[in-house]
């Protein structure tokens, strides 16, 4: 399998996931339609499906225009977003199963940023998460729809696969997130080093994508809210919960 990132608007990704054995191809996140094509063609691929993450413009505002050149193409968001995205031909929940040549992709609901947010898992033969505007590369989304709670379950949920799953993240964020991560743990060495690679990448205009579900545990705020170092940053009594602290943090980001 393959996944190939696709630089969509201005800071975007759509993504081609790829069966190499049956040349199936999923496009996750179609911003918009011309990038996607041109990846397509230069990889010679046809998509067979388009998965949504999340309603937002910005994630679906290539459909209408791929489902046009690809007839027959399948369109999949969450049952929550099924009268928010036009376009659609299926519907998944959490738990639900998306087959993609040999490829199984095992849908979550990873509700925070939008209500209907929806991350896609493919565990074999590698291990990759798509994770929208849920989760960012040491960072998550904001809350325009959730609650902290929300989000804390639902980036618990992703940090919760096994620790070499690759996460594929919505947008080209990372940079912004770990100088804010800095601010929050100026002692995380880890922070540090990941700051110095993803400046170094993004400094010769390559993407910062993806992390590890390692590296994300180690380095991402919203992930690590229960570390004594972040619940420091969010200065609250010593009974504020997990939640308590991300709303904190998010709080800080938004004004950061
Ligand atoms: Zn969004």
């Given at each position: 399998?393959?996944?190939?990132?696709?630089?969509?608007?201005?800071?975007?990704?759509?993504?081609?996931?790829?069966?190499?054995?049956?040349?199936?191809?999923?496009?996750?996140?179609?911003?918009?339609?011309?990038?996607?094509?041109?990846?397509?063609?230069?990889?010679?691929?046809?998509?067979?499906?388009?998965w949504c993450t999340h309603h937002?413009?910005?994630?679906v505002?290539?459909?209408?225009?791929?489902?046009?050149?690809?007839?027959?193409?399948?369109v999949v968001a969450s049952?929550?977003d099924r009268?928010r995205i036009?376009?659609l031909?299926k519907t998944v929940?959490?738990?639900?199963?998306?087959?993609?040549?040999?490829?199984?992709?095992?849908?979550?609901?990873?509700?925070?940023?939008?209500?209907g947010?929806i991350?896609?898992?493919?565990?074999?033969?590698?291990?990759?998460?798509?994770?929208?505007?849920?989760?960012?590369?040491?960072?998550?989304?904001?809350?325009?729809?959730?609650?902290?709670?929300?989000?804390?379950?639902?980036?618990?949920?992703?940090?919760?696969?096994?620790?070499?799953?690759?996460?594929?993240?919505?947008?080209?964020?990372?940079?912004?997130?770990?100088?804010?991560?800095?601010?929050?743990?100026?002692?995380?060495?880890?922070?540090?080093?990941?700051?110095?690679?993803?400046?170094?990448?993004?400094?010769?205009?390559?993407?910062?994508?993806?992390?590890?579900?390692?590296?994300?545990?180690?380095?991402?705020?919203?992930?690590?809210?229960?570390?004594?170092?972040?619940?420091?940053?969010?200065?609250?009594?010593?009974?504020?919960?997990?939640?308590?602290?991300?709303?904190?943090?998010?709080?800080?980001?938004?004004?950061?």
């Open positions: 399998m393959r996944v190939i990132p696709v630089a969509c608007l201005k800071d975007n990704y759509a993504y081609l996931l790829v069966c190499e054995r049956t040349r199936a191809c999923a496009v996750i996140d179609p911003s918009e339609a011309a990038p996607v094509v041109a990846a397509l063609l230069a990889e010679n691929l046809r998509p067979i499906m388009l937002h413009w910005d994630h505002g290539g459909i209408l225009e791929l489902s046009v050149k690809y007839p027959g193409l399948e049952t929550y009268t036009h376009g031909t929940d959490g738990g639900s199963v998306l087959s993609l040549g040999d490829l199984r992709a095992h849908v979550y609901e990873v509700p925070g940023h939008t209500l947010a991350a896609y898992a493919v565990m074999a033969p590698k291990r990759v998460v798509f994770t929208g505007d849920t989760m960012f590369l040491a960072g998550c989304g904001r809350l325009f729809e959730g609650t902290p709670a929300q989000m804390d379950q639902s980036l618990r949920t992703i940090v919760s696969l096994p620790a070499d799953t690759q996460i594929y993240p919505g947008h080209e964020y990372t940079e912004a997130n770990l100088r804010f991560a800095k601010t929050v743990e100026p002692k995380n060495l880890r922070i540090e080093a990941a700051f110095l690679r993803v400046h170094a990448l993004r400094e010769r205009g390559e993407p910062s994508v993806p992390h590890t579900v390692e590296e994300e545990r180690a380095v991402n705020p919203f992930a690590r809210v229960d570390e004594a170092s972040v619940r420091a940053y969010a200065k609250l009594p010593s009974n504020a919960s997990s939640a308590d602290v991300l709303g904190v943090i998010r709080a800080a980001k938004d004004a950061f």
